[in-house]
Each structure stands twice: as structure tokens, then as C-alpha cells.
């Protein structure tokens, strides 16, 4: 089978991965993914949640998470030698011409966006719960379709570009992932810092926003979890966008392998979480100690 290479890239001829090369490789694909699904989970986010958002809301959360998890990815894939085993291929960086030829696309798809929230803009008043309600499912679907362009056009959805950037003894470190990041939080901080500061917002077609209280302080579990996020990350190449971006581009069981590897890692933090409850109920005879922005209070379990 084609070895794994982000957006699943043909290896370069003179990479040798067979033997016990290949099962190294494969171990730290399946490894990666584990540490990638425990460090999202228990630092309650990655780098959408807290370098994207996060950062863009000025939380600091996120301006603690991020540091964090790009310090123990560079660790990882320098002293792990991710580019030996995740390197650049030279037939996809031929092929970025047409990759910059779908960015018209991808900019269209952004425009479209942007012209359908004007518009709800001047008809929300006009539009039932009904059509609200269908209208929301088809804005989730725009949106995820934008974000998956988005990766494959900068190239996020290829473990090379980010192995590149994190492998700082390769000899060839590749600063995409700083300017796709940047770029991001240049377009998505000045629309969060508005929302925040409107009274009381809410989306457009209902509900609410589903954003964390920047209040929430930075704790042990962040620390940590952001760290192991950050090893698993430096490892495989890929955090929970792209590898998701990757399963709708599936053409081998590599991928499988990284997806199994998260869902291992989220039942590990699950199973975290029920062993801490169990062990704070025990204490304190059917009360779990809870903690709120920062300040402890004890709630009876139910």
C-alpha cells in the first residue's frame, strides 16, 4: 500500500520505509493519533479551538494552550526525526500551481458566505423557526465545506507541511503553518472582537454561540493536556480538522489508523473522567467537588 503522507502523497523514491522502518512508521501514526485524541480532549481543544479561536478571542486559555502544544510538537518531531519518516513530496509541490487555482474556488466559497449572512442580515425578522432551523444545516454544511478547502489549499491537510514546520533539524523547515495560522487570525480576530462586544449576541438564525467563558482560568489539565496534544501532533503530522478532512479523501488504511487512534485517546479521557467523579464521590460521601471559573463548590451528583 501507498505509505501515508497527509493528503496521502506518494512517498519521494529515495525514502525507505520497509521492514521495521514501516512498522515505526505505522506505530507512530497509530501513537500520534492516541496522543492527538487524549491532549484534545483533557486541554479542551487544539489548534482550531484554541489557536484559531482562542487566540482570536484574546482568551488566555489559548495564549498559554498554544505556546504549549507548538513547544512539545517541535520537541517531538525534532527529537523523533518526522521528516525522515513524513517528508515533503516533491510531486505535490509540483502540483501547487493547480492547489493556488482552487483557491479562486475556495475565495468564491468565502464570498458566497459572506453574501448569504448579509442577506439573512436584512430577512431575519421575515424568516419563521421553520426555515430557521433548515437554513442553520445548510450554513454548517457551507461552513465545513469553506474549512475543508481551506486546509487542502494551504496545504494543512498534508502531514509533510506540518512535520516540515515542526521538524526544526531537518534542514528544510517550511514556515507554512505560521503564515496559514497568521492569515487565519488576521480574518477571524476582528469578527470575534466585534461579537463580543455587541450586547447579548446571538446567531442570526437562533440558538447561541457555543463559545467557552474566557474566565475559565489555566489549570493543570490545559497544561497538560495541550503538552500531550502537542507530542501527538509533532508525531503523525495532523490534529482533529485534517485528519477528518483526510477520511473524506480516504484511499488507504494509514488513515485508519490515525482516526482509531483518536477515538482511543477520547475513550482514555472518558475513562479519566469517570475514575476522577468515582474517586471525589467516594470522598465526599455522594457529592462531586465541581469547579466554576475558577471557584470551587461541592454539588451532589445526579
Same mark, same amino acid.
Given at each position: 500500500?501507498?505509505?501515508?503522507?497527509?493528503?496521502?502523497?506518494?512517498?519521494?523514491?529515495?525514502?525507505?520505509?520497509?521492514?521495521?522502518?514501516?512498522?515505526?512508521?505505522?506505530?507512530?501514526?497509530?501513537?500520534? #493519533? !492516541?496522543?492527538? =485524541? +487524549?491532549?484534545?480532549?483533557?486541554?479542551?481543544?487544539?489548534?482550531? %479551538?484554541?489557536?484559531?479561536? &482562542?487566540?482570536?478571542?484574546?482568551?488566555?486559555?489559548?495564549?498559554?494552550?498554544?505556546?504549549?502544544?507548538?513547544?512539545?510538537?517541535?520537541?517531538?518531531?525534532?527529537?523523533?526525526?518526522?521528516?525522515?519518516?513524513?517528508?515533503?513530496?516533491?510531486?505535490?509541490?509540483?502540483?501547487?500551481?493547480?492547489?493556488?487555482?482552487?483557491?479562486?474556488?475556495?475565495?468564491?466559497?468565502?464570498?458566497?458566505?459572506?453574501?448569504?449572512?448579509?442577506?439573512?442580515?436584512?430577512?431575519?425578522?421575515?424568516?419563521?423557526?421553520?426555515?430557521?432551523?433548515?437554513?442553520?444545516?445548510?450554513?454548517?454544511?457551507?461552513?465545513?465545506?469553506?474549512? #475543508? !478547502?481551506?486546509? =487542502? +489549499?494551504?496545504?494543512?491537510?498534508?502531514?509533510?507541511?506540518?512535520? %516540515?514546520?515542526?521538524?526544526? &533539524?531537518?534542514?528544510?523547515?517550511?514556515?507554512?503553518?505560521?503564515?496559514?495560522?497568521?492569515?487565519?487570525?488576521?480574518?477571524?480576530?476582528?469578527?470575534?472582537?466585534?461579537?463580543?462586544?455587541?450586547?447579548?449576541?446571538?446567531?442570526?438564525?437562533?440558538?447561541?454561540?457555543?463559545?467557552?467563558?474566557?474566565?475559565?482560568?489555566?489549570?493543570?489539565?490545559?497544561?497538560?493536556?495541550?503538552?500531550?496534544?502537542?507530542?501527538?501532533?509533532?508525531?503523525?503530522?495532523?490534529?482533529?480538522?485534517?485528519?477528518?478532512?483526510?477520511?473524506?479523501?480516504?484511499?488507504?488504511?494509514?488513515?485508519?489508523?490515525?482516526?482509531?487512534?483518536?477515538?482511543?485517546?477520547?475513550? +482514555?479521557?472518558?475513562?479519566?473522567?469517570?475514575?476522577?467523579?468515582?474517586?471525589?464521590?467516594?470522598?465526599?460521601?455522594?457529592?462531586?467537588?465541581?469547579?466554576?471559573?475558577?471557584?470551587?463548590?461541592?454539588?451532589?451528583?445526579?
Amino acid at each position: 500500500s501507498r505509505p501515508y503522507e497527509g493528503a496521502l502523497e506518494p512517498l519521494p523514491p529515495h525514502v525507505d520505509l520497509s521492514g521495521y522502518r514501516h512498522v515505526l512508521y505505522m506505530a507512530r501514526l497509530l501513537i500520534g #493519533g !492516541v496522543l492527538v =485524541g +487524549v491532549g484534545t480532549a483533557f486541554g479542551n481543544g487544539c489548534t482550531s %479551538g484554541h489557536g484559531l479561536t &482562542g487566540l482570536a478571542r484574546l482568551a488566555l486559555r489559548s495564549w498559554v494552550g498554544v505556546p504549549c502544544f507548538m513547544c512539545f510538537g517541535a520537541i517531538s518531531a525534532t527529537f523523533l526525526h518526522g521528516v525522515s519518516y513524513i517528508p515533503p513530496s516533491l510531486h505535490c509541490e509540483r502540483e501547487a500551481a493547480n492547489v493556488h487555482r482552487a483557491a479562486i474556488w475556495s475565495a468564491t466559497v468565502v464570498l458566497s458566505l459572506a453574501v448569504s449572512a448579509a442577506l439573512l442580515t436584512a430577512a431575519q425578522r421575515a424568516i419563521g423557526p421553520e426555515s430557521k432551523s433548515k437554513l442553520q444545516v445548510i450554513v454548517c454544511l457551507l461552513s465545513g465545506m469553506s474549512f #475543508g !478547502v481551506g486546509l =487542502g +489549499v494551504s496545504g494543512m491537510s498534508r502531514a509533510s507541511k506540518v512535520v %516540515g514546520f515542526m521538524d526544526l &533539524g531537518s534542514g528544510a523547515w517550511d514556515p507554512a503553518l505560521a503564515f496559514v495560522m497568521g492569515g487565519a487570525l488576521a480574518f477571524s480576530m476582528p469578527f470575534f472582537q466585534i461579537v463580543e462586544r455587541l450586547n447579548s449576541p446571538v446567531p442570526l438564525l437562533g440558538g447561541r454561540f457555543g463559545l467557552v467563558s474566557k474566565a475559565e482560568p489555566v489549570d493543570r489539565e490545559l497544561i497538560i493536556g495541550t503538552a500531550i496534544f502537542g507530542l501527538g501532533w509533532g508525531l503523525c503530522g495532523m490534529c482533529p480538522g485534517p485528519i477528518w478532512a483526510n477520511v473524506g479523501a480516504f484511499h488507504g488504511k494509514e488513515v485508519l489508523l490515525v482516526v482509531g487512534g483518536l477515538f482511543i485517546g477520547n475513550a +482514555v479521557w472518558v475513562a479519566w473522567k469517570k475514575l476522577m467523579t468515582s474517586s471525589k464521590v467516594g470522598e465526599s460521601g455522594g457529592y462531586a467537588q465541581v469547579s466554576s471559573n475558577g471557584k470551587d463548590s461541592t454539588k451532589p451528583l445526579v
